[in-house]
């Protein structure tokens, strides 16, 4: 197996949406690499067999977990992880993802990223569950932090205490995306450029970016708008303190003309050159 240390630079790239799926083939120059969203591929229609097989020759591909409920106490669905096994093998990524959160409770799935408790007992069960994935998927896995619009009862430590445990204890990469980092700030009110002293920036392999919108007083991260300052500016940031492998744009609602898409490759991939992170 690969280590974290061994991973190439990727660039800037874009979590794949069938919505500009024309776009990508015809405008593959634009693009570094390619996001893959691992439950949209797990179904095997001859299109979206056709499509895969035309992204894996044009692109490198990173698979991206939503439904593996890391953080589940009860354990983890081993059919399930079999089929995420399949795919990530198949595709042969340089690393792949998945959330630090739990999707499912008691074996219902429960249909959005929940947060973990900051606690001895959830960083046990979600470290537990990791190392079960890893003896299954012989690939580095990168884990990425989540939004949570309230802090879950029975914390033990901060969250960027629990960070630090947890990428020790599992030898995991950490996805940081910066537009939860920037959500959570402003939404609990707390500095995110002292969150980042606070976390292991050494083990950041990969960011994520994008706008959300505002409900009241609620930031929620919607994935819906062009990428705000605030965002650009953090993420400047982080790449000037850390050796980011690559970057990856998440639009999933209200989704541009790709011009306006790749506009934010373009910006994103010269924040990476200014600080020397790839040619």
Request: glycine share 6%; with cysteine.
């Amino acid at each position: 197996m690969s280590t974290l240390d061994q991973i190439p630079s990727l660039g800037a790239g874009i979590g794949y949406r069938p919505a500009f799926r024309e776009d990508i083939f015809s405008r593959s120059d634009e693009v570094d690499f390619l996001e893959l969203t691992i439950e949209h591929f797990l179904e095997k229609p001859a299109k979206v067999e056709e499509d895969l097989q035309r992204l894996m020759n044009l692109f490198t591909l990173i698979p991206h977990g939503l439904n593996l409920s890391l953080g589940s106490a009860e354990g983890l669905n081993e059919a399930y992880v079999d089929q995420v096994a399949e795919f990530v093998h198949r595709v042969n990524p340089p690393y792949w993802s998945e959330h630090i959160a739990f999707t499912s409770a008691d074996g219902v799935d429960i249909g959005h990223l929940a947060p973990l408790p900051f606690s001895d007992e959830a960083l046990d069960a979600l470290c537990h569950n990791v190392e079960q994935v890893r003896k299954v998927i012989d690939v580095p896995l990168v884990l990425e932090n989540i939004t949570y619009i309230v802090n879950m009862p029975g914390a033990e430590m901060s969250e960027a205490e629990f960070l630090n445990t947890l990428l020790e204890r599992t030898g995991c990469g950490l996805l940081l995306d910066v537009t939860n980092l920037h959500t959570n700030s402003v939404n609990h009110g707390f500095d995110p450029y002292a969150f980042l002293d606070d976390i292991p920036l050494e083990r950041v392999v990969q960011l994520h970016f994008v706008g959300g919108h505002q409900r009241g007083k609620v930031l929620v991260d919607s994935h819906s708008s062009p990428t705000p300052e605030e965002v650009w500016q953090l993420m400047d940031k982080v790449v000037e303190r850390c050796q980011v492998k690559g970057i990856i744009l998440e639009r999933d609602e209200n989704i541009p003309p790709f011009d306006e898409l790749s506009n934010e490759l373009a910006r994103a991939r010269e924040i990476g050159r200014r600080h020397k992170r790839w040619d």
